[in-house]
């Protein structure tokens, strides 16, 4: 099935900005965050179709995952 992924801030560096990738239908968001060698611990937000999600909210033909990391600052 085919996701479209949206990554943010420095999650694009050396990867992309938005990207339709395809994946089983069995993934669910943490299994996109491991093919991306993304790590869990600097996720801040994750949304499915604009509504916020869980690391093992399963993917469904057509989603749009955002990723953002955690933001720091003060």
Do not use: W
Request: proline content about 3%; hydrophobic content about 45%; glycine content about 8%.
């Amino acid at each position: 099935m085919k996701v479209t992924v949206k990554l943010f801030a420095f999650f694009r560096q050396d990867r992309f900005t938005v990207e339709e990738l395809e994946y089983h239908e069995t993934n669910i968001v943490s299994d996109v965050l491991k093919g991306l060698d993304i790590v869990v611990d600097e996720v801040g937000v994750t949304m499915i179709n604009s509504k916020h999600c869980h690391l093992n909210t399963p993917l469904q033909e057509g989603d749009v995952l955002a990723i953002f990391p955690v933001i720091g600052g003060g």
